[in-house]
């Protein structure tokens, strides 16, 4: 990942890295964060590597149009858009798939277990955890009617698209598989019901277009990765998985403990509105600021045991994995609801096991992004 060289100290909360000013500290995160009149979301969908011409060409081959979505949108419209994505994703209908989730984890969990029995390799990624945000979604809102895969395929290429660094010949292929697939949007924001419905009496259509994008992105991706990553360090934590087992180690808890350690987003942007001083240094107007919020996790400040595992442990839900302010995740609660969900089903699975291969994560500004945790019982 592009953080991977990035060093951050309690001495240094606010750092020049490249082209950003990189902020790490908890306390500074939250400030940018809550002062969207300082520190505008304008710059959170920004390419990490700029477009050409060609690409760009092949993006509006497809009517490629991004109006500004939830993250990125500091416009009088932003209010009116994120309340009808609250009431398509509230707690109360959130909670009522849980149960429907259930099921469907048990059942997988099973055909794995069986798996890993008789000598199995498995990919709790591939087999379990990817599609499972994507089909709750699903049922939240109303989505285009196309395969799994194909819609998988569109959110990681967007993710690529915007926050990775690519060459041109990438960008091409990137450009068409998010081009062809927000047309399919552009479609369905016709005609789409619900939350499309409400987004559409609101005169812009390409509001409704940016709303979708956004969620398919950032509603269903990020989840199916952060389950992953869980999973993959539960495979560390043997006690907790024992406690968990014995119940005395609580789910939420551990949910809680996962989003602060490895959380999905890294990194998210914000550009300042005008000279500021942030943490003692100088940040011009116009200057992009990177809220580094995995190690706004990890801050000395906020927990007794900031790179350990314990969960429950006090500031462990300080977390700032779904941001804060104005613009924090609308998908909070159904990202926990899923955790948990996976966390109390499929903990198992991760006892006794020898990891074949780990999730890799690949070079990308804010997602880690990984693509396989394959296992099999020692």
């Known amino acids: 990942m592009?953080?991977?060289?990035?060093?951050?100290?309690?001495?240094?909360?606010?750092?020049?890295?490249?082209?950003h000013v990189l902020v790490s500290s908890h306390a500074l995160v939250r400030q940018v964060l809550a002062d969207p009149e300082t520190f505008a979301p304008d710059n959170a969908l920004d390419a990490v590597t700029p477009i050409p011409v060609a690409a760009l060409r092949v993006l509006a081959g497809h009517g490629f149009r991004l109006p500004p979505t939830l993250a990125n949108n500091g416009t009088p419209s932003h209010p009116a858009v994120r309340a009808l994505a609250e009431q398509a994703l509230h707690p109360h209908r959130v909670a009522a798939q849980a149960d429907w989730l259930t099921g469907i984890v048990r059942r997988r969990v099973a055909a794995l277990a069986t798996r890993l029995r008789s000598?199995?390799?498995?990919?709790?990624?591939?087999?379990?955890?990817?599609?499972?945000?994507?089909?709750v979604l699903g049922r939240l809102v109303d989505l285009p009617d196309d395969d799994v895969r194909v819609v998988k395929e569109f959110s990681r290429a967007a993710l690529e698209l915007f926050w990775a660094p690519v060459d041109l010949d990438r960008q091409l292929a990137l450009a068409e598989t998010v081009g062809h697939y927000h047309a399919v949007l552009r479609k369905h924001a016709e005609q789409g019901e619900g939350m499309i419905a409400g987004l559409r009496a609101l005169g812009d259509p390409d509001l409704v277009v940016g709303a979708l994008f956004f969620l398919l992105v950032a509603?269903?991706?990020?989840?199916?990765?952060?389950?992953?990553?869980?999973?993959?360090?539960?495979?560390?934590?043997?006690?907790?998985?024992?406690?968990?087992?014995?119940?005395?180690?609580?789910?939420?808890?551990?949910?809680?403990?996962?989003?602060?350690?490895?959380?999905?987003?890294?990194?998210?942007?914000?550009?300042a509105t005008r000279t500021v001083s942030l943490g003692g240094v100088e940040v011009a107007a116009g200057a992009s600021i990177l809220l580094w919020l995995a190690?706004?996790?990890?801050?000395?400040?906020?927990?007794?045991?900031?790179?350990?595992?314990?969960?429950?442990?006090?500031?462990s839900r300080r977390h700032l994995a779904f941001g804060a302010g104005a613009h924090r995740c609308v998908g909070a609660q159904l990202s926990r609801m899923e955790a948990a969900v996976v966390v109390a089903e499929a903990a198992?699975?991760?006892?006794?096991?020898?990891?074949?291969?780990?999730?890799?994560?690949?070079?990308?500004?804010?997602?880690?992004?990984?693509?396989?945790?394959?296992i099999r019982r020692s």
Request: charged content about 25%; glycine content about 6%.
């Open 348 to 374: 198992a699975l991760v006892r006794e096991i020898d990891v074949v291969r780990a999730p890799w994560c690949p070079d990308n500004l804010s997602f880690r992004m990984p693509d396989a945790f394959q």
């Open 219 to 271: 509603g269903q991706e990020t989840t199916s990765q952060f389950l992953t990553l869980l999973l993959h360090r539960l495979a560390t934590e043997p006690a907790v998985v024992t406690g968990l087992a014995r119940g005395t180690v609580r789910v939420d808890d551990v949910v809680e403990e996962g989003l602060r350690l490895v959380p999905p987003i890294t990194t998210w942007r914000r550009v």
């Open 295 to 315: 190690e706004a996790g990890r801050d000395p400040s906020m927990t007794p045991h900031p790179q350990d595992f314990v969960p429950g442990q006090r500031g």
């Open 2 to 19: 592009l953080f991977r060289t990035w060093e951050a100290s309690a001495e240094s909360p606010v750092v020049r890295q490249g082209d």
């Open 119 to 135: 000598g199995e390799t498995v990919d709790l990624y591939a087999d379990l955890t990817s599609d499972l945000p994507l089909l």
